[in-house]
Nanobody
Framework: QVQLVESGGGLVQAGGSLRLSCVASGRTISSNAMGWFRQAPGKEREFVTAINWSLKTYYADSVKGRFTISRDNAKNTVYLQMNTLKPEDTAVYYC?????????????????????WGQGTQVTVSS
């Protein structure tokens, strides 16, 4: 079993930056893909970015060039660096772990591919 805890959310002005962290416990996640999703009020949860076990990264078109995902396996932690934030980035951001070790067969952009989820952290971008 894997527990995920996100942190780093907050209120920021448009154009600003935030870095989210997701710390995993229970077992190592170095062999698993990790993803970030977000959900705004009244909207479905949407894919933001993912990083697999071989450090290949995937991004939604809406965040390409602004967001960067990374991982520190020694710390069992995944990060989301968000730059040039826009009001439309406002959402609860969730960290997720794929339970399939060393799996490389997808783009990791569907919530159904993930077995473990954090509780979420609120990101609010003011205009």
């Amino acid at each position: 079993q894997v527990q995920l805890v996100e942190s780093g959310g907050g209120l920021v002005q448009a154009g600003g930056s935030l870095r989210l962290s997701c710390v995993a416990s229970g077992r190592t996640i170095s062999s698993n893909a990790m993803g970030w999703f977000r959900q705004a009020p009244g909207k479905e949860r949407e894919f933001v970015t993912a990083i697999n076990w071989s450090l290949k990264t995937y991004y939604a078109d809406s965040v390409k060039g602004r967001f960067t995902i990374s991982r520190d396996n020694a710390k069992n932690t995944v990060y989301l660096q968000m730059n040039t934030l826009k009001p439309e980035d406002t959402a609860v951001y969730y960290c997720a772990a794929d339970g399939r070790p060393y799996y490389s067969g997808s783009a990791y952009n569907s919530p159904s591919e993930y077995n473990y989820w954090g509780q979420g952290t609120q990101v609010t971008v003011s205009s």
